[in-house]
């Protein structure tokens, strides 16, 4: 079990430019969620998938950002025409289907815009 | 609106000094409250799951209790190495498990 994974760590990027994250899951783990973080707050809801399906998509998530789980395994991130108000951490965290609610997250990918 | 709130923001407590980190919620029908520790640039670790009022969870210094308004954390003797940030969460009835997470407690264990 090698945990969640997420890529990159970390990402510096200029206002204006498209940034895309990866998470990959632990295996057999069919749920899987992105959350995002700001200094001295907890972890913010932003969209939601079992297997590769997109059930649910918290108002946060402008149109400038977009996800995506295809064939229910890796999932990506994305955010276009970056902001510095999207300088956060994004976290993806993953559950097995069963499960009440606990979930595994990554370490989270850091995204700075200047 | 689900709410949970956890108090205080901030702890400074001495090696060995007992105290209890608080989270308070207002949800209906409650599924579950989860308990989780977040160490600084890490993403956070899962720690406990409580269920109904009354119920306990232990896991070497820390306990976990829950009634209907409010959940405690309680750290007995703690180390330096409990600092983290300790976060709570709730989770609502309904089809998605998408659990709504409080601004968190940082604890800081003096030696």
């Known amino acids: 079990d090698t945990g969640v994974s997420q890529d990159p760590r970390h990402k510096i990027t200029k206002r204006g430019q498209n940034v895309t994250f990866r998470c990959d899951p632990i295996?057999?783990?069919?749920?899987l969620y992105w959350y995002r973080q700001t200094l001295g707050q907890g972890p913010e809801f932003l969209t939601y998938?079992?297997?590769?399906?997109?059930?649910?998509k918290s108002r946060l998530l402008s149109d400038r950002f977009s996800a995506e789980r295809p064939k229910g395994s890796f999932s990506t991130l994305e955010i276009q025409r970056t902001e510095q108000g999207d300088s956060a951490m994004y976290l993806c965290?993953?559950?097995?289907?069963?499960?009440?609610?606990?979930?595994?997250f990554g370490e989270g990918s850091r995204l700075t815009v200047l | 609106e689900d709410q949970v709130t956890q108090s205080p923001e901030a702890l400074r407590l001495q090696e060995g000094e007992s105290s209890s980190l608080n989270c308070s919620y207002t949800?209906?029908?409650?599924?579950?409250l989860f308990w989780y520790r977040q160490d600084p640039g890490k993403g956070p670790e899962f720690l406990f799951t409580?269920?109904?009022a009354g119920e306990e969870k232990e896991k070497e210094r820390l306990k976990a209790t829950l009634t209907k308004k409010e959940s405690f954390l309680h750290i007995t003797a703690p180390k330096p190495e409990d600092s983290a940030t300790y976060l709570c969460?709730?989770?609502?009835?309904?089809?998605?498990?998408?659990?709504?997470f409080g601004r968190g407690t940082s604890l800081i264990v003096h030696p």
């Open positions: 969460a709730v989770q609502a009835p309904g089809g998605s498990y998408i659990p709504t």
């Open positions: 409580l269920y109904s």
């Open positions: 949800v209906s029908g409650l599924r579950g």
């Open positions: 998938f079992q297997n590769e399906a997109q059930l649910e």
């Open positions: 295996s057999e783990h069919n749920r």
């Open positions: 965290a993953t559950s097995p289907a069963g499960s009440t609610g606990e979930l595994f």
